[in-house]
């Protein structure tokens, strides 16, 4: 069909692979997210936090900031599993903000504008689509949380050497797992809100009430029941369970680990459950 | 000649209500018209060629592949424009047409170069780089034309396309349905509520009513072969004509005022029909003569 025929004809050319063709609309959604300066500020605040403890740790190895700080001990602040349990805190509630401004645009506009029709029509599943999406959510989120963990670590290991990782190669195991579940339950969450709300600022809005909200409504359960079980409708407390205990640290919480695990899972499935029944090429008016 | 769409009892529940019942036949031609009322089950049936629907008996098959077992291949094969509103709206023209063809599967480099030759073929050409948000009905409806045939389909299943057209832009997407139709590179189905624009491209008409097929004709064959009418008004005593014409070999059906529609046999002239109004001393104030349009083709299937 060249241009100066102005004909129809046929494609003969190529076709490429299957498998891959998930990654075109993670490409096409990171090329409109990246058009929002916003989010482009909203990114480099998230990073923050890990380049000041990249700089911490760094400075923690220089004997002239020690000598200039007269400092006399073994260490300036220990790289261990509490440490690293703030950074997932810190960095999974800025994962939580940038999730609720970035996702909302994500599924949401397919639907409104009826486009969903037109990726199910070519030899693309629904799986495929929501694997596109998810998987730019997941990169973007694990730009700002396992990512710059992850670096810290290896930061920290090239500069106290192989006994240092010898010791500690469970807390980058720990880190990198803990962190990608949440990017995950972020990335289910967030998509699942974004296609069954159409409004882009209801959608950030509802994403923010689910796991802060959550919060204040978990405690008032506890205090109303004389129960802890209210915290297992808080998803943050229930990745806080979760990270303590990958990252062998005692955060004071009673809340048994399977719960928290179980929690994980139906709410994993009920975003699963949702995105299925949105996520299709037609639509049955009742 | 391979056949383009086999149905074998192909039936569609939405819950309990049956909406497609055990469709059986087969397609051939070049343009199929897919025609019928309102609810009849013409885009249920599209949707479920296009493996949206699931299928609760029998099945299909599109160009030799199996809707149920080939859902990929079918897809792979199949270009579609919707009837409704399908766009993203914040995106230029180029860059969607350019998605949807790699989603088809093709190479990055040539999804766009075929984009742009898409567009250019749909007369978007100028406006390509424009977001689709900002596009008039017209234009949408082209935009949707030229992401349904971006990737080279070999069936071209089009919903509507002229919805919401004004005169110039109907004219416009009828022609390149037709350049289409005679490029004989792809088959078409054409699903229209207007009978015209079936008329105008279509060589076979599938008629649903209620989830059933009421009539499957070859509109060629139904032209060369159909029946023709009179249309007769007259005034004076008309008491028996209908009997007198009917010993002619007419069928006649009886209007209000004197008016008369009559189906006239092969070698009836309309000399015959002046002979029996001068014996009655009847005035013939219209005479209409005319052929079977699919109007009354489909008008009658929706009687039966």
New interface residues.
Partial sequence: MAVYKRNYAPYSGRLTSRWPRFFILTRYSYARLFQSRFLMLLISLCLVYPLGCIAFVYLSHNASFLRLINFRGTELLSIDGRFFYTFCVVQGNLACLLTAFTAPALVSPDIVNGGMQLYLCRPFSRAEYVLGKLTGLFLLLSLVTWVPGLLIFVIKSSLAGWGFVRAMDWLAGGLLLGLVIWVLLLSLTALAVSAWVKWKNAAGALLLGIYYIGAGFGTAVNAVFHTNLGSLINLNHVMYVVWADLLRYDNGSETPLRHACVVLVLASALCLWLLSRRVRGFEVVK | MQPVIELSGLSVR?GKRPILKGLTTTLSARTIGLLGPNGAGKSTLI?TL????PVSGGTARVLGHDIRRDK??V??I?G?M?E????????SAV?FVR??G??????SS?ALE?A???L??VGL?EARYRALGTYSLGMRQLAKLA?A?V????LLILDEPTNGLDPPARRRMIRLIR??RD?G??HLVLCSHLLRDVEETCQEVLILKDGQIVHHCDLEKEHQANRRFVDLEAVGNTQGLVEELAALGCECTPGSSGRFHMTVPDGFELRQLYGIAARRDLQLRRVSYRRDTLEDIFLKAMEN
């Fill in positions: 939405f949707q296009l493996g949206f629907c990929s291949s897809r792979a199949v579609y919707p409704n509103d399908a766009l993203i709206a914040n995106m860059s998605m949807m790699e989603l088809s599967g093709l190479p040539a075929r742009h030759e898409a250019f073929y050409g992401q045939i990737h080279g389909p070999r350049e289409m490029s590179c792809v």
